[in-house]
């Protein structure tokens, strides 16, 4: 069951109430924000058109997950189509059309094209000019969630998961916009507030790294070329699924749509590793808001209540204040969350 900050209530009749794991009531959370980070090669529209896949082949099997959003962090890629193809008219390719065939993975590409594609990944120019702005936008939208009272899954897809891996070692310490204090800052106040490892959380497919942060899992094909000629230069995390990834569709066995998602062994892989986090994960405690709204009903013959107070409690610490208010009308007898 997914994990809630427990809450101690102190009345003057006796009554202790736990907050459900799942529902609406802002103590459980409003829901969960999964966020899909595509990869380099990727224009908007692409982008758009493997976050809706994912959600079609996934969403039936996380049925289970309140109130499940889905969203796109992009990483701009258009112009990296534009400086690739122009390095390939440079080498005179006779037949250019064979560019979209290498690049889509529908044609095994020569060595040297494949080696431009390494280059272009790993050119610390392209990391330093494009990669740490897109990044801030990247941490806004995971802040908001939280702040808004979500925790936060991430999928990222190929380099999508150096955004990943940057973004979650950044968001501890990362003030966003709202002018909140950073969640480290908040863990500091409320010693009840999660972390945010315990907030977000990261699955990734395909991914070039040599490491994942707080130890995400991943997903990787055996026989993904890609990763395949990049370990050749440089580390790269194993691959962990068996299954065969290069198909007709997709030569090089690395793309999203005609290679992860399609083959069962990993799409199931991504849905497991989606819901083990989910259910690992907190609820960030609303930060905006009220943390939990307690009424009570007058009692005995319409007679006032006997003295009522309620604290939120960490070891044996008043956390917090509550604002009581009292119901006019006379109902009966009890007390309730």
Not at 277 to 299: G, H, S, T
Request: glycine share 6%.
């Amino acid at each position: 069951m997914k994990l809630v900050n427990s809450l101690l209530f102190s009345l003057g009749i006796v009554l202790i109430v736990l907050a459900p794991a799942h529902g609406n009531t802002p103590c459980a959370g409003k829901g969960t924000k999964l966020f899909f980070v595509n990869g380099l090669f990727n224009d908007m529209k692409q982008a758009r058109k493997n976050l809706t896949k994912l959600e079609e082949v996934t969403s039936q099997q996380l049925h289970a997950i309140q109130d499940l959003q889905y969203d796109l962090a992009w990483i701009e890629g258009e112009s990296y189509y534009v400086q690739l193809a122009r390095a390939v008219f440079q080498r005179g390719v006779d037949d250019f059309q064979k560019y979209w065939l290498w690049i889509s993975g529908l044609e095994k590409a020569p060595d040297w094209f494949d080696k431009l594609v390494k280059e272009f990944v790993f050119d610390p120019k392209i990391l330093d000019a494009f990669v740490m702005p897109r990044i801030q936008e990247h941490l806004e939208q995971y802040s908001n969630a939280i702040l808004a009272g979500y925790d936060v899954i991430i999928v990222s897809h190929s380099i999508g998961s150096f955004y990943a891996n940057a973004a979650l070692r950044a968001l501890p310490d990362y003030h966003p916009k709202a002018l909140q204090g950073s969640i480290s800052e908040r863990c500091k106040r409320n010693p009840s507030y999660p972390t945010a490892a315990q907030m977000i959380g990261n699955v990734q497919i395909a991914a070039p790294v040599a490491e994942t942060v707080n130890g995400a899992p991943w997903i990787s094909f055996k026989d993904d070329q890609v990763l395949s000629s990049i370990r050749a230069v440089t580390p790269v995390l194993p691959g962990n699924i068996s299954s065969q990834g290069v198909s007709p569709q997709d030569v090089r066995g690395h793309s999203l749509i005609p290679s992860y998602l399609r083959v069962g062994e990993s799409r199931n892989a991504i849905i497991q590793y989606i819901k083990s986090l989910y259910e690992r994960q907190k609820y960030p405690i609303p930060y905006l808001e009220p943390a939990a709204l307690l009424q009570y009903l007058f009692i005995i013959n319409g007679k006032n209540a006997p003295y009522f107070s309620a604290a939120f409690m960490q070891s044996g610490e008043d956390i917090s204040s509550v604002d009581e208010v009292k119901l006019t009308r006379i109902i009966g007898t009890g007390a309730f969350l």
